[in-house]
């Protein structure tokens, strides 16, 4: 939000340095629609779409695209925009919920409705300074609450980096179709990216598409790619603000190790959940090899005991040589 509303943009102006896309760049995350027409302008891979203000016209798409479907909000919804209706009825109540406001508590100004791809999920990040860019790695999370993959979707309940399917071909694959055309459409379009590109893919028969793109590293996707990362995170983003990504490309280092993460959350969440429970011997675990517990919802009370506020509240991260490793240091 602080980004699509032009945080860097002001920042700058200010003669401060920024790790961040301008507002206008910010529309990547911040408009499905923007994301979605440039590219279709583009050549980008992705799934075939409709943007839609009038319900009778969603209707149709909907009705002529078949379930399942895809319907999201066009703005930014706080990780809840996006619903995978099973049936044509659900597709259309979950339309008419989001351009009346029923859904989201706010009317959207409009909706993008896709037919949905089946394949597997990945994460994919790069870098760009508004001139070049460079591929760091990928990862995929879990937002499922219960263990087991079941349970209500969340904002994210653990990740792990590399990606199990990810190989240089199709690393490869990700960087000429979607990561470079799309460095070179922002440019052409007069908004040049600067910052961290967040792409979400789905690869369906080997084939990466893409879903959608965040404009910052994520959580809990990021804690992952900082335990992996050797080489000085700082030079890198001062580097990409000051335009001078070129100076850094050949010093950025990544463990071989997988890394993971396993989020700690509130009871009751991603409901109503419990506030300000104690949390103990975060000390202790941060002593064990390969381990951070990484802070989310947490906060000190006058006595300085640590509480958590937050429904997503610890970010318990390890190293392992395998991803099997790397879960069973978090666990411990």
Not at 204 to 209: L, M
Not at 255 to 277: F, H, I, S, W
Not at 312 to 328: C, F, P, Y
């Amino acid at each position: 939000a602080p980004l699509t509303l032009g945080l860097a943009d002001m920042l700058r102006a200010r003669g401060i340095k920024a790790f961040g896309p301008s507002r206008a760049a910010a529309r990547l995350e911040g408009s499905k629609g923007f994301m979605k027409d440039l590219c279709a302008k583009y050549s980008v891979p992705t799934a075939a779409y409709g943007i839609f203000t009038n319900i009778e016209e969603a209707k149709t798409f909907i009705k002529n695209t078949g379930a399942p479907i895809v319907i999201k909000t066009d703005g930014l919804a706080g990780g809840k925009g996006v619903i995978i209706a099973q049936t044509i009825a659900e597709a259309e109540s979950a339309a008419e919920g989001m351009l009346s406001g029923a859904l989201f508590g706010k009317p959207s100004d409009a909706i993008v409705i896709e037919e949905f791809l089946n394949g597997e999920e990945l994460s994919f990040f790069a870098l760009a300074d508004g001139k070049s860019y460079i591929c760091l790695t990928s990862a995929q999370d879990h937002k499922r609450v219960g263990d087991g993959d079941t349970g209500p979707n969340t904002g994210g309940m653990g990740a792990y980096s590399p990606a199990h399917m990810m190989t240089p071909v199709l690393g490869k694959k990700i960087e000429e179709t979607i990561i470079k055309p799309t460095i070179d459409a922002m440019a052409k379009e007069g908004c040049p990216f600067a910052g961290v590109l967040f792409a979400g893919i789905m690869v369906v028969h080997g084939v990466p598409k893409l879903l959608e793109f965040n404009v910052r590293f994520g959580d809990p996707e990021c804690q992952t790619l900082m335990m992996r990362l050797e080489s000085d995170l700082l030079e890198i983003l001062d580097a990409c603000a000051a335009e001078n990504l070129d100076a850094v490309k050949d010093r950025i280092y990544w463990r071989e190790q997988a890394a993971l993460c396993v989020v700690m959350a509130a009871q009751g969440y991603p409901g109503t959940y419990k506030k300000d429970t104690e949390i103990r011997n975060i000390d202790d675990a941060d002593t064990m090899p390969d381990v951070k517990v990484f802070h989310a919802g947490t906060k000190r009370d006058k006595d300085g005991r640590l509480l958590n506020y937050g429904g997503r509240v610890l970010g318990v991260s390890a190293l392992g040589d395998t991803i099997l490793e790397a879960q069973k240091n978090a666990y411990a």
